[in-house]
């Protein structure tokens, strides 16, 4: 494998590319056993899987530096993961155990990582893009270079609140890249029904804001995208948004039958626009990687899949006294 090897079409070493195949396939790996977790009842509560939209937060993390920030809401495995929060802790806290990032106690929705600069899933709805505004203000005020990652769906996207920040960063100059996850379908509702905005990035010209729409199914152009973006806020531009273009494979959450749209549309996305087979075929046929140095990576990341079920099932419940734990009063 000439994994230094750069082609023309990608513009990226042999040695880049296997990491993002690798970093998205952890993703789709990971999200499929939770999603057979989940119907063993393992895992309780809401659980909302990543497959699909692989190539937006590897797309986003490839261009970020330490210190930068990310938080989003509660579609927010694929998130934890790319970041580099270890599968074992995300696992266990999906099921409810000890050795999850919150304990146990958070579950799918609300879990963190401060070493990792994660700063949560968040359970309502455009909760968390003003605590993303507060988070690069914080940046902004310490004087440093760091640019927080704000992820919000086309769903959020109507949400009052995301409009308030948009207002306040542009007043600031805040160091913030708001990315759209627009998967088109707000739990149910397609955005050609919940919107007139042919473009909900554009929304932020009232602002000032700049911003542009990206191909959320190709992991190459999210990075070119994310660089662009990062470079203004980095050189006190103020805020950007990305809106990228993604789409889920599974319903809105393991409970929703997702019959608001025909099986041939998601078939047809899968074989035909997935982010990972679209990788793929760019390794094997410039040669940067072979059928078998794929299965390799394959068998190497469902061992670490399977380890973090295992970890996971092993790790005891919290006892009662976590109650009283991490909280205010």
Not at 135 to 150: P, R
Not at 168 to 173: R, T
Not at 234 to 244: D, F, H, K, Q, S
Request: with cysteine.
């Amino acid at each position: 494998m000439a994994a230094r090897k750069t082609t023309e079409k990608s513009n990226v070493s042999g040695e880049e590319l296997l990491k993002y195949y690798r970093d998205m396939l952890l993703i789709r790996r990971f999200e499929e056993k939770a999603g057979q977790l989940y119907g063993m009842g393992l895992i309780g509560g809401f659980c909302h899987l990543y497959i699909g939209q692989e190539a937006v937060v590897v797309g986003l993390e490839a261009a970020a530096k330490d210190g930068d920030k990310r938080i989003t809401s509660y579609r927010d495995h694929g998130h934890m993961l790319a970041c580099g929060m270890d599968p074992k802790g995300v696992m266990a806290e999906l099921t409810g155990r000890e050795g999850g990032y919150s304990k146990g106690k958070g579950g799918s929705m609300h879990m963190f990582s401060k070493e990792k600069h994660f700063y949560g899933g968040h359970g309502i709805v455009g909760a968390q893009v003003p605590l993303g505004t507060g988070l690069a203000f914080s940046d902004k005020y310490k004087g440093n270079d760091n640019v927080t990652f704000t992820y919000f769906g086309d769903g959020a996207a109507n949400q009052g609140q995301v409009y308030e920040s948009y207002n306040m960063a542009e007043l600031w100059n805040l160091p913030v890249v708001y990315v759209i996850e627009n998967n088109q379908y707000a739990m149910g509702t397609s955005t050609k029904r919940a919107t007139k905005s042919p473009n909900l990035w554009e929304r932020g010209a009232a602002y000032g804001i700049k911003g542009e729409a990206v191909d959320g199914m190709d992991v190459m152009a999210v990075k070119a995208a994310a660089e662009k973006a990062i470079a203004a806020c980095r050189a006190g531009e103020g805020p950007y948004i990305l809106e990228v273009m993604t789409y889920r494979y599974r319903g809105h959450s393991m409970s929703d039958p997702a019959k608001y749209r025909t099986r041939e549309e998601v078939q047809k996305m899968r074989e035909e626009r997935d982010p990972i087979e679209r990788v793929r075929e760019m390794l094997v046929s410039s040669g940067q990687a072979s059928d078998e140095d794929l299965k390799a990576i394959d068998k190497e990341i469902k061992a670490i899949v399977n380890e973090s079920a295992e970890f996971s099932k092993d790790s005891p419940e919290p006892s009662l006294d976590e109650l009283w734990t991490d909280i205010y009063a």
